[in-house]
């Protein structure tokens, strides 16, 4: 089998952003390896091969960059970047992160995100209609993370905006590497500076004051900039995926009401309803790598060097995986899905992400049971990694 196909797919094309779905089935059925000869990468869009590649860290490294445009661009990645870093270096930065980002802060932080939450949506107590990205999706993930980080309130959306317009991009352009705040990390520096003089209860002071043992066997602590890496990375990473995980709730509990009622009769199936929306929909779509050693998949072979895309938004729709797997169903056992990767670089926010997905949406049905979206008006983001509302309009029933 060759890799010449006629499907055609260009994740830069902000025409597929409204439904990539038909594309991906006939990559996976008539592409399962396909090549890019403009972009110059080869993608896999089958479970299976996702699965079986995505934990070969040793084969397909991160260290270049896990966004095809950073790999293509030679990028220097800074130190600390440990989502584009390979072992070992990155189990070391992996594992001190893993330390200081424990279940039991995670867990501390649910009262304030239910807060937070309440006091978005009850202003909009009484109207017909309100934008659930500008109420909540575009509000809650920044402010998550500043609850965790300990960056003064004042500060976050500032923060927000500042990591946001790093990573958008225009129909057919990149991210803009040189520019990219999600590598630069300056946004951030100020606030390293103040926390070290006045230490606190959140995770910044605890990168600053945490000791381990680098990749030379010398113990000591973070430098300034590896802080600054740590930090930049989980804002990073954690801002937009977890904004457009609402949208994607909001707009598939709207297009599924009968399980929406469901959820709003026995909200003990909520943690299973978000499960399914990451399925559904990810936040994220493509996870990339740089091919380590010649790779053979499906009769050809990938040589060293190349780029390799792993379509985890096609692979949550395999029906070889998932029956019906274009069906959206809260009562479906999801299990392993790859919408928050797989292997040594599994998102290390997914806790986080859940515990948003979940209150979000205790929230917002307890406010509004019913409510349909204005899809003349809803209108869709996409950046080189994300895709989701940006503007979601809710008439609210
Ligand atoms: C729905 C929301 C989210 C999605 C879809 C998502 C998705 C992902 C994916 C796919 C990866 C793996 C990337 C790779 O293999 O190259 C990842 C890694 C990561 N995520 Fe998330 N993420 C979400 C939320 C968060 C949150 C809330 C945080 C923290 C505040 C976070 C922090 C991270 C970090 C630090 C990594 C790097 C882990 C490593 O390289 O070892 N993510 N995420």
């Given at each position: 089998m060759t890799t010449v196909a006629t499907v055609q797919w260009d994740p830069?094309?902000?025409?597929?952003?409204?439904?990539?779905y038909p594309t991906y089935r006939r990559l996976r059925e008539e592409a399962p390896l396909y090549y890019n000869e403009e972009h110059d990468f080869y993608a896999l869009s089958r479970y299976s091969d996702c699965e079986q590649g995505l934990p070969d860290w040793d084969n397909y490294r991160s260290g270049r960059g896990m966004v095809l445009e950073i790999i293509k661009s030679g990028f220097e990645i800074p130190p600390g970047t440990l989502i584009m870093e390979d072992p070992p270096v990155h189990t070391i930065h992996r594992r001190l992160l893993v330390k200081v980002f424990t279940p039991r802060r995670i867990g501390a932080l649910e009262p304030k995100v239910r807060e937070f939450c309440a006091r978005a949506l009850d202003?909009?107590?009484?109207?017909d209609q309100f934008d659930l990205m500008e109420a909540l999706g575009g509000e809650l993930p920044m402010r998550v993370i500043g609850m965790l980080l300990g960056i003064p309130e004042a500060d976050q959306a500032s923060v927000r905006d500042h990591v946001g317009k790093s990573i958008s991009i225009d129909d057919g352009s990149g991210m803009d590497v040189n520019n990219a705040a999600l590598l630069s990390g300056d946004i951030y520096g100020d606030y390293i500076d103040w926390r070290r003089d006045h230490p606190g209860d959140d995770l910044m002071t605890e990168l600053l004051h945490t000791e381990f043992e680098d990749e030379n066997g010398v113990r000591r602590a973070l430098t300034r900039d590896e802080v600054l890496g740590y930090v930049t990375i989980l804002s990073g990473a954690g801002n937009e995926t977890t904004g457009r995980l609402v949208g994607w709730i909001g707009s598939a509990l709207a297009a599924h009401p009968d399980q929406r009622q469901e959820l709003v009769d026995d909200p003990a199936l909520i943690p299973n309803a978000v499960e399914e929306v990451l399925r559904y929909e990810?936040?994220?779509m493509v996870i990339a790598r740089t091919v380590h050693r010649d790779a053979e998949w499906h009769g050809t072979t990938v040589p060293a060097g190349a780029a390799l895309l792993f379509v985890v938004g096609s692979a949550n729709r395999d029906d070889r995986r998932?029956?019906?797997?274009d069906a959206f169903d809260?009562?479906?056992?999801?299990?392993?899905?790859?919408t928050l990767g797989l292997?040594?670089?599994?998102?290390?926010?997914a806790a986080l992400a859940r515990l948003q997905g979940r209150i979000a949406t205790q929230e917002l049905l307890t406010r509004f049971p019913r409510w349909d979206v204005d899809w003349q008006n809803a209108k869709m983001a996409q950046t080189s990694t994300v895709r989701g509302w940006e503007t979601l309009p809710l008439l609210i029933r």
């Open positions: 830069y094309d902000s025409g597929l952003a409204a439904d990539p202003p909009y107590r009484g109207r990810p936040p994220s998932y029956p019906h797997a809260i009562h479906r056992e999801v299990g392993q899905h790859l292997g040594a670089h599994y998102c290390l926010g």
